[in-house]
Nanobody
Framework: QVQLVESGGGLVQVGGSLRLSCVSS????????MGWYRQAPGKQRELVAR???????NYADSVKGRFTISRDNARKTVYLQMNSLKHVDTDVYYC??????????WGQGTQVTVSS
């Protein structure tokens, strides 16, 4: 069974940076596609970035050039480096694990708040 625990959220000023981390339990991390999603109150959860087991990545248009997803299979951890943060990036960020298109687990979420 896969469990995910996120950390690294917090309060940051516009233009600042944060790095989110998501640690996975279980033995299948290296075989999973890992993703970061975000959700604001009353809105649908949206994909921010995704990285496959072979390291291929894709990003939401709104974060391209600012966010970078990476993974460390030895540490069973996926990261989201967020630079040049904007007000619109304020959300709860969730880590997710998927394999063959099936959802394995979601983390509990970490709040990111970007202020002036």
């Amino acid at each position: 069974q896969v469990q995910l625990v996120e950390s690294g959220g917090g309060l940051v000023q516009v233009g600042g940076s944060l790095r989110l981390s998501c640690v996975s339990s279980g033995s299948t991390f290296s075989s999973n596609t890992m993703g970061w999603y975000r959700q604001a109150p009353g809105k649908q959860r949206e994909l921010v970035a995704r990285i496959t087991m072979v390291g291929s990545t894709n990003y939401a248009d709104s974060v391209k050039g600012r966010f970078t997803i990476s993974r460390d299979n030895a540490r069973k951890t996926v990261y989201l480096q967020m630079n040049s943060l904007k007000h619109v990036d304020t959300d709860v960020y969730y880590c997710a694990a998927k394999r063959s298109g099936l959802s394995l687990a979601w983390g509990q979420g970490t709040q990111v708040t970007v202020s002036s």
